[in-house]
């Protein structure tokens, strides 16, 4: 056997052997790097319909380059056709879907830079999905998936009277849960009336009474898509009444923000 592997034609066999793995490792990092060079800066973000979306991705690169040598197309699964298409140096539409014909763009001037972000004019509920942003350019290619989510939020206005806080918050979808509560973290009892128009958007119109009014109220309304935490703090100016309120609209990343303990933070 070792005279074998001493022979001149095992030594080119073997010599072949490695080179071959060489090869091969040297064309799977390049494969990965190119496919890793596509990123999103928000996979799953929550659009307010009616509103304006943007879809991030981009491509990290060093320097501009050619539009030319750049081809950009987004998809949007179990729908036929393209959302947006963009190669050979110019927008392609040819096979765009009727869904967002007039409503789906990518900003040429962005492209120079990798920003490959499409931006989804007046969603719709149907827009919900996942969509795949693909690209191929001189710098390589990839792609990533967003998947969107779309709801209706608002953040409330409140209204003083006497010994009674008001508050009204004109767009929610889905239907959400309120939770009034002092600084300390202690529930509230609130009236609150949910009512929804042709299209299922919910009014929420809750009521707070009695008040004192030297203190600070703070009202959560949430679904599984949105949580505002707002902060209302009374107070007298002369001989009348006055309230300063702050609000803070986010996403909720849990998996159900309904029922349970509520969950109790200031506005920030």
């Known amino acids: 056997m070792f005279r074998c592997l001493s022979c001149p034609l095992c030594s080119m066999v073997i010599l072949i052997i490695v080179l071959s793995a060489i090869i091969i490792i040297i064309l799977a990092s390049a494969f990965a790097g190119k496919h890793s060079s596509v990123l999103s800066l928000d996979k799953a973000p929550v659009a307010n319909l009616g509103k304006n979306q943007l ?12 539009l030319s040598q750049m081809s950009v197309t987004w998809t949007k699964s179990e729908v036929p056709g393209v959302v947006y298409q963009f190669k050979n140096g110019a927008v392609d539409l040819e096979n765009q879907s009727p869904q967002f014909k007039g409503r789906a763009t990518v900003s040429s001037v962005d492209l120079l830079t990798g920003n490959t972000s499409l931006l989804l004019s007046t969603v719709r509920s149907q827009d919900q999905g996942k969509y795949t942003c693909t690209v191929s350019s001189s710098a390589g290619g990839g792609a990533v998936t967003v998947d969107l989510r779309a709801g209706a939020f608002s953040a409330p206005s409140f209204t003083l009277s006497n010994s009674t806080l008001t508050a009204v918050a004109e767009r929610w979808f889905p239907k959400p849960s309120v939770t009034w509560t002092n600084l300390n973290g202690t529930v509230l009892h609130g009236n609150t009336s949910l009512n929804s128009n042709s299209a299922g958007v919910y009014t929420v119109d809750t009521v707070l009474s009695p008040i004192n009014m030297s203190n600070t109220y703070i009202l959560r309304i949430e679904n599984d898509l949105k949580i505002s935490v707002s ?3 009374l107070g007298r100016v002369g001989s009348s009444l006055s309230r300063d309120s702050q609000t803070s609209l986010t996403a909720d990343t849990s998996s159900s923000s309904s029922g349970g303990t509520p969950r109790h933070s200031q506005a920030s």
């Open 231 to 233: 902060q209302a703090t």
């Open 55 to 66: 879809l991030s991705c981009y491509q990290q690169i060093i320097k501009t380059m050619p």
